[in-house]
């Protein structure tokens, strides 16, 4: 386990002793790990939302672009 001191201001102090009552926690410490936790699912983990996997479901429903060989793949987009 890693310790910090850490400066934080009185709103920021306010909201964690808010968070900290709603869920029960035991300390600040609790706290910032239980908000982590939720930051990393709700922006780290985005693949991961109900969003994300209805629309990779939608993706692969569709039908399959065949390109054959790079070159010609390069002609298919213009390419040289």
Do not use: C, F, W
Request: no cysteine; glycine share 4%.
């Amino acid at each position: 386990m890693v310790q910090a001191l850490i400066k934080i201001t009185d709103h920021t102090n306010r909201v964690l002793n808010i968070i900290k009552a709603k869920y029960g926690l035991k300390d600040k410490s609790e706290t910032i790990d239980l908000m982590a936790e939720q930051y990393e699912e709700e922006i780290l983990e985005p693949e991961l939302r109900p969003e994300y996997i209805e629309k990779a479901k939608k993706i692969m429903r569709e039908k399959p672009i065949h390109v054959g060989t790079p070159k010609d793949l390069r002609k298919m987009m213009g390419l040289k």
